[in-house]
Nanobody
Framework: QVQLVESGGGLVQAGGSLRLSCAASGRTFSRYAMGWFRQAPGKEREFVAGINWSGGSKSYEDSVKGRFTISRDTPKNTVYLQMNSLKPEDTAVYYC?????????????????WGQGTQVTVFS
């Protein structure tokens, strides 16, 4: 059983940066691969970034590669998404997800635990 809570979303001007945080309640965090997903109005939820349970492997959706960075801090039971050079098309609700397996797969159906989401809005 793991509870995930996202924070750090908000309004930001195009070209700016935000840092999202996802805090996990359980001490089994180190045995969970973690991912960030996003969903814009009228669109399906899509994979953004993932990190394996050791932190040694990372995956990114093509449109965010080079701009976003995922990381984890095991003592704090927290995973982060640093978002730089933000664009209006990045506007969405961002969700944190976890799975009690080593690999950071891209399919949302493979994740067992989800946060409530945090809104990110990028304006020009």
């Amino acid at each position: 059983q793991v509870q995930l809570v996202e924070s750090g979303g908000g309004l930001v001007q195009a070209g700016g940066s935000l840092r999202l945080s996802c805090a996990a309640s359980g001490r089994t965090f180190s045995r969970y691969a973690m991912g960030w997903f996003r969903q814009a109005p009228g669109k399906e939820r899509e994979f953004v970034a993932g990190i394996n349970w050791s932190g040694g492997s990372k995956s990114y959706e093509d449109s965010v590669k080079g701009r976003f960075t995922i990381s984890r801090d095991t003592p704090k039971n927290t995973v982060y998404l640093q978002m730089n050079s933000l664009k209006p098309e990045d506007t969405a609700v961002y969700y944190c997800a976890g799975r009690p397996l080593p690999w950071e797969v891209v399919n949302a159906a493979e994740y067992d635990y989800w946060g409530q989401g945090t809104q990110v809005t990028v304006f020009s």
